[in-house]
């Protein structure tokens, strides 16, 4: 059995999230936004605890679909930015189950065995940090941009 320990700020944690989420979760709804699948990676401030890490940002606007994987107790990538209609796939890589819970109210998986997914349609703009229940010590931030 794995043993882990690890200290996380809690103060940090809820800072400048919103109150309501609007999301669709599976389901067939189409994508908004165009076709255009440029990526790039930008780096956040240092000091933003809300995404588990100093780690840069994945950004990832204008895709119909984004991964997120879950691989090593952690998620990859922890701070993902995507535009409003975007589909984000989190696949457990894992052989622990997980689940992927906002902190605040709005979406909540089911535990995710391995090679098990979880789909949501990103419909309202905002911050939205998630973690896993199972494991705390596991967080990732969803940035939705109009």
Same mark, same amino acid.
């Given at each position: 059995m794995r043993r882990w320990m690890l200290v996380v700020p809690v103060a940090a944690v809820a800072a400048?999230?919103?109150?309501?989420?609007?999301?669709? +979760?599976?389901?067939?709804?189409a994508a908004a936004g165009p076709a255009s699948t440029a990526t790039?990676?930008? +780096?956040?401030?240092a000091g933003d605890a809300s995404s588990g890490a100093d780690a840069?940002?994945?950004?990832?606007?204008?895709?119909h679909v984004v991964h997120v994987k879950i691989v090593?107790?952690?998620?990859?990538?922890?701070?993902l930015v995507v535009s409003r209609g975007t589909r984000v796939v989190w696949t457990n890589e894992d052989s622990d189950p997980h689940t992927v819970t906002t902190d605040?109210?709005?979406? +909540? +998986?089911?535990?995710?065995?391995?090679?098990?997914?979880y789909t949501l349609v990103a419909r309202k703009q905002g911050q939205f940090p998630y973690h896993c229940t199972i494991h705390p010590f596991m967080h990732g931030m969803l940035v939705v941009r109009g």
């Amino acid at each position: 059995m794995r043993r882990w320990m690890l200290v996380v700020p809690v103060a940090a944690v809820a800072a400048g999230v919103a109150a309501a989420v609007a999301f669709s +979760s599976g389901g067939n709804s189409a994508a908004a936004g165009p076709a255009s699948t440029a990526t790039k990676t930008m +780096s956040m401030p240092a000091g933003d605890a809300s995404s588990g890490a100093d780690a840069p940002a994945t950004v990832e606007l204008h895709r119909h679909v984004v991964h997120v994987k879950i691989v090593n107790f952690a998620f990859r990538p922890a701070h993902l930015v995507v535009s409003r209609g975007t589909r984000v796939v989190w696949t457990n890589e894992d052989s622990d189950p997980h689940t992927v819970t906002t902190d605040r109210r709005g979406f +909540s +998986s089911q535990a995710l065995n391995t090679g098990k997914s979880y789909t949501l349609v990103a419909r309202k703009q905002g911050q939205f940090p998630y973690h896993c229940t199972i494991h705390p010590f596991m967080h990732g931030m969803l940035v939705v941009r109009g």
